[in-house]
């Protein structure tokens, strides 16, 4: 098991930028798959971009594609998600969730171990 305490969140005007860091503790970093989710009032909870192991693979939703950079420090046990160009509608509180020993992957049930999530609001 792996604890995952995410941090960085805040209130930012639209096309503004903000970093979110997850760090983790536990079992080697190294080992797990990591994704980032988030979830808007009234809404499901949606992918928003994931990276493999090592960090050679990552993946991310069409939504955040090009203005989002997911990336990972195994050294320092801690995955970062890089929001540029961000839009009131990227408002939610974001998660990260790990992946012990496994592919990447888009989908939140294949994710066993989750922070408490970080606030974020852009304003318009």
């Known amino acids: 098991q792996v604890h995952l305490v995410e941090s960085g969140g805040g209130l930012v005007q639209a096309g503004g930028s903000l970093r979110l860091s997850c760090a983790a503790s536990g079992r080697a970093f190294s080992s797990y798959a990591m994704g980032w989710f988030r979830q808007a009032p009234g809404k499901e909870r949606e992918f928003v971009a994931a990276?493999?192991?090592?960090?050679?693979?990552?993946y991310y939703a069409d939504s955040v594609k090009g203005r989002f950079t997911i990336s990972r420090d195994n050294a320092k046990n801690t995955m970062y998600l890089q929001m540029n160009s961000l839009k009131p509608e990227d408002t939610a509180v974001y998660c990260c969730?790990?992946?012990?020993?496994?592919?990447?992957?888009?989908?939140?049930?294949?994710?066993?171990?989750w922070g408490q999530g970080t606030q974020v609001t852009v304003s318009s």
């Open positions: 969730a790990a992946r012990y020993n496994a592919a990447l992957t888009t989908d939140a049930r294949n994710y066993r171990d």
């Open positions: 990276i493999n192991w090592s960090g050679a693979s990552t």
